[in-house]
């Protein structure tokens, strides 16, 4: 079983939809949680972190269940911009390395 | 301020040839992580150093790979001798070991064509 589990997609939405990703992860221990963006053939930046009481930025919303050990991804009022693959990271505890999901593609259509 | 420079962006090279690529962190960072990224697989850490040390290597695939970090400011992933299944993006990226800090920039990456 991978430590980081995503629905590879694709996401087609129209532009103005809400999209929702989903992750989960197998390490009970993990301590930290993120969502990365990467572009087509670019590098992977940070979206945002992900935080237990849940957090937001913008259109995005973030959550994290760690009782179930899930992480989710929202995405309101979708743009073209927004397409890209978006990939779920998780930190273990004592060490500063991240694992990363193998990403959802989203493709926002006008 | 520069982001993490990596050099090649491209390389194509044939099977059995010797693939060196290279990596300048961000200043002042002091983690530098190298990855590997292909379709099949994601992105796959290759091996990490915190302070020019290396700390993690338990994901670099085979003895063909290597990886050093002489100083602060440089580090170099190589492959030798490269084979075909080695084609993929080679990610570096760089973060500091501050407290609650944990984003890591990532490079450009070098794609690698290995025929």
């Known amino acids: 079983r991978k430590e980081v589990e995503q629905d590879p997609g694709p996401f087609n939405v129209p532009e103005g939809a809400t999209v929702a990703f989903n992750c989960t992860y197998s390490?009970?221990?993990?301590?930290?949680f993120f969502w990365y963006r990467q572009d087509c053939r670019k590098e992977p930046k940070l979206l945002m972190s992900?935080?237990?009481s849940g957090n937001e930025d913008g259109r995005f919303t973030a959550q994290l269940n760690r009782a179930s050990q899930y992480i989710s991804l929202l995405i309101r009022d979708s743009k073209l911009s927004d397409s890209a693959t978006y990939l779920c990271?998780?930190?273990?505890?004592?060490?500063?390395?991240?694992?990363f999901g193998t990403g959802t593609l989203l493709a926002v259509q006008p | 301020d520069a982001g993490v420079i990596q050099s090649p962006r491209h390389e194509v090279t044939e099977m059995g040839q010797e693939v060196t690529l290279r990596c300048k962190p961000i200043?002042?960072?002091?983690?530098l992580f190298w990855y590997r990224q292909t379709m099949m697989r994601g992105l796959e850490l290759l091996i990490y150093?915190?302070?020019?040390?290396?700390?993690?290597d338990s994901g670099m695939p085979e003895d063909r790979f290597s990886a050093k970090m002489p100083n602060a400011s440089f580090s170099t992933l190589k492959i030798q001798p490269s084979e075909p299944r080695d084609s993929a993006v080679y990610f570096c990226?760089?973060?500091?070991?501050?407290?609650?800090?944990?984003?890591?920039?990532f490079g450009p990456g070098t794609r690698l064509t290995v025929l």
């Open positions: 990226a760089s973060s500091t070991l501050a407290t609650g800090s944990n984003e890591q920039f």
């Open positions: 990271v998780v930190k273990g505890g004592a060490t500063n390395k991240l694992i």
């Open positions: 200043s002042g960072h002091n983690s």
């Open positions: 390490n009970s221990a993990s301590q930290s």
């Open positions: 992900v935080y237990s």
């Open positions: 150093f915190n302070n020019n040390v290396p700390i993690d």
